[in-house]
């Protein structure tokens, strides 16, 4: 069953639901993007990553893989976006867990 559930930039830019991850990630043109913060590697965090500003590339810190744009919005999230309001719709079972929004820090690319 999905889940439904809202937050803001202003709560963090990182989300947990159990085992799953995602995190907020803007795109060279400025836009922003729910992504799963799981590496199709072998599941790395990508928010704790670095941005290859030279070749546009999202750098997982596990074993270095990199990942051109068009593979993270291949793994992003629907969402609605009403100012710094975000609503996301994420599939799966997981009644048990709570989802989580963190204050840490994202890569960035800066
Ligand atoms: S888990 Fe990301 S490169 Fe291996």
Same mark, same amino acid.
């Given at each position: 069953?999905?889940?439904? @559930?809202?937050?803001?930039?202003?709560?963090?830019?990182?989300?947990? /639901?159990?085992?799953?991850? @995602? @995190?907020?990630?803007?795109?060279?043109?400025?836009?922003? #993007?729910?992504?799963? %913060? *799981?590496?199709? #590697?072998?599941?790395?965090?990508?928010?704790?990553?670095? /941005? %290859?500003?030279?070749?546009?590339?999202?750098?997982?810190? /596990? #074993? *270095?893989?990199?990942?051109?744009?068009?593979?993270?919005? *291949? *793994?992003?999230?629907?969402?609605?976006?009403?100012?710094? #309001? /975000?609503?996301?719709?994420?599939?799966? %079972?997981?009644?048990?867990?709570?989802?989580?929004?963190? %204050?840490?820090?994202?890569?960035?690319?800066?």
């Amino acid at each position: 069953m999905p889940c439904f @559930f809202s937050f803001s930039l202003n709560q963090g830019r990182l989300i947990t /639901w159990g085992v799953e991850r @995602f @995190f907020v990630f803007q795109s060279t043109s400025g836009s922003y #993007h729910l992504i799963s %913060d *799981k590496c199709p #590697h072998r599941g790395g965090p990508l928010s704790r990553g670095s /941005w %290859d500003a030279e070749n546009n590339r999202l750098r997982c810190p /596990w #074993h *270095k893989t990199s990942l051109p744009e068009s593979a993270l919005f *291949k *793994k992003q999230i629907p969402v609605v976006i009403v100012g710094e #309001h /975000w609503t996301v719709c994420i599939e799966g %079972d997981r009644k048990e867990y709570t989802i989580r929004v963190h %204050d840490i820090p994202v890569v960035t690319m800066e």
